[in-house]
């Protein structure tokens, strides 16, 4: 026999961590390979996550509603020692002795911080200067709903190993009356650090709507990404009049000998595919000083879900893809969408990210990049404006279907020339549109 750690799988290229919903399996019970263990939800989609062993449950390492991180260990199996023998087996899980010696040798080699409350190499984890806590996403969670910032719970007593914060820590001292609320720092910090500041403001009086889940991992991610990423946005104006008068005569004919709706989002998709090809260091993302210049040519597409919030299934190998394929790859993801039947798999992988705001009636609008992606594209809405056109006459003014396109892209590594000629050739192809195209 052998005991086998089965670890938070990886459910999405941007997710770094899933809460929990519920164990479908107990302590005790038996579970067999491809049997679903358990339920867990991240900012993007609730998902059932089978085991990918046979095995009795020895030890469940965490309860309903923790927050847990992608790779970490969440419950150990008693196997027969059959499985972990193959080769991919082994790849998503491994004996539990050799990963607890590998963990206490990290804990052991971890040095102590001498600066200020910081983010740690773990995108989840904080040390401080006064001691040796690093803050779990739960403990995190406590704080936020109890206004509690990162010095505040620097100055908590913490009872846990190695001197880590745990959750009966903090509820303990906000029992007592929260005594070093205002306690002064011992390390005096830097004059020319910048520090937010501690504003009161009046939020007023109403009817008082908790977030849902989903909506507080959107508003994380989002604030992360505004937080990571220096956001600039490029704006250009396309006019997508060949486009839309191909579209209106074909759709009848597309629908017939296909049996798929002809929406505008695959041919969207089609002309940024075509535009990612042409700069492909927009379809990137940072690691630390390196950049990632990604192979695949993934297109996500931000979806409104019934419950007004948003979600970004992936067209996978969007370039590849012909006209047809196109088309029924959007219509089953949105159709997905709107029926809350989404996987996992649907949304992973993004490389560049769409967002069709003309479908709200948007003009325009400043997206927030979809991390880790570097750029994100609005797409405003196709309405008809009197232009000057040049024609064999001259100058002229005519009705046509125009669409303001904006880009943000992240500076740190994406500069005005790439972003503003990147948006500029995706209106290109919008407007190079052509109407002769067979169906």
């Known amino acids: ?15 770094t961590e899933a809460a929990i919903i519920t164990w479908f399996k107990n302590v005790g019970d038996t579970i067999e390979e491809d049997e679903m263990l358990l339920e867990v939800a991240t900012d993007k989609v609730d998902s059932e996550v089978p085991s990918n062993v046979s095995g009795v449950i020895e030890e469940i390492l965490y309860d309903a509603n923790a927050v847990i991180k992608i790779g970490e260990t969440i419950a150990i199996i008693k196997t027969d020692g059959k499985a972990s023998s193959s080769k991919d087996k082994s790849k998503k899980s491994t004996v539990i002795s050799s990963e607890v010696e590998k963990s206490a ?13 910081s983010v740690a190499k773990d995108s989840n984890s904080f040390s401080v200067s006064n001691s040796n806590t690093f803050f779990s996403p739960l403990i995190i969670k406590i704080a936020k709903e109890h206004h509690i910032s990162f010095e505040e719970l620097a100055r908590i007593p913490a009872t846990g190993h190695e001197g880590r914060l745990r959750k009966s820590d903090v509820f303990s001292y906000i029992e007592d009356g929260r005594p070093y609320k205002f306690a002064q720092p011992v390390l005096q910090k830097d004059p020319t650090a910048y520090r937010i500041p501690q504003l009161s403001f009046d939020k007023g009086k109403g009817k008082v709507i908790e977030m849902d889940r989903m909506r507080q991992m959107i508003a994380d991610h989002m604030v992360y990404s505004k937080h990571t990423s220096p956001h600039v946005t490029a704006y250009v104006e396309a006019d997508l ?3 839309v008068n191909w579209r209106n005569e074909n759709k009848a004919v597309f629908q017939d000998k296909y049996g798929e709706r002809l929406t505008f989002t695959p041919l969207f998709v089609e002309a940024v595919a075509k535009a990612v090809k042409d700069f ?16 695949d040519i993934n297109i996500g597409m931000a979806t409104a879900l019934p419950s007004g919030n ?20 959007v219509n089953e993801l949105v159709n997905k969408a709107r029926e809350n039947n989404l996987k996992a798999d649907d949304i992973k992988g993004s490389t560049f990210t769409i967002s069709n705001v003309g479908t709200f009636g948007s003009v325009m609008g400043t997206p927030i990049i ?40 992240d500076h740190r590594v994406v500069d005005g020339f790439l972003g503003g000629s990147f948006v500029r050739r995706v209106a290109d192809y919008f407007e190079q549109f052509d109407v002769n195209r067979k169906i």
Not at 105 to 117: D, E, H, I, L
Not at 280 to 295: H, L
Not at 310 to 329: S, Y
């Open 1 to 15: 026999m052998s005991k086998v750690e089965f670890k938070m799988p990886r459910l999405g290229e941007s997710i």
């Open 105 to 117: 040798q990290s804990k052991t080699t971890k040095k102590k911080r001498t600066v200020t409350p």
């Open 241 to 243: 009049t060949n486009m």
């Open 280 to 295: 492909p260091n927009i379809n990137a993302s940072v690691d630390g000083k390196n950049i990632i210049v990604k192979e």
């Open 310 to 329: 948003l979600i970004v299934p992936v067209v996978k190998n969007a370039d590849a893809k012909n006209l047809k394929e196109l088309a029924e790859n």
């Open 370 to 409: 979809n991390q880790p992606e570097v750029a994100i594209l609005a797409l405003g809405i196709i309405k008809k404006r009197p232009e000057v056109i040049t024609t064999e006459k001259g100058d002229e003014i005519a009705i046509r279907s125009m669409m303001y396109l904006s880009l943000s892209f």
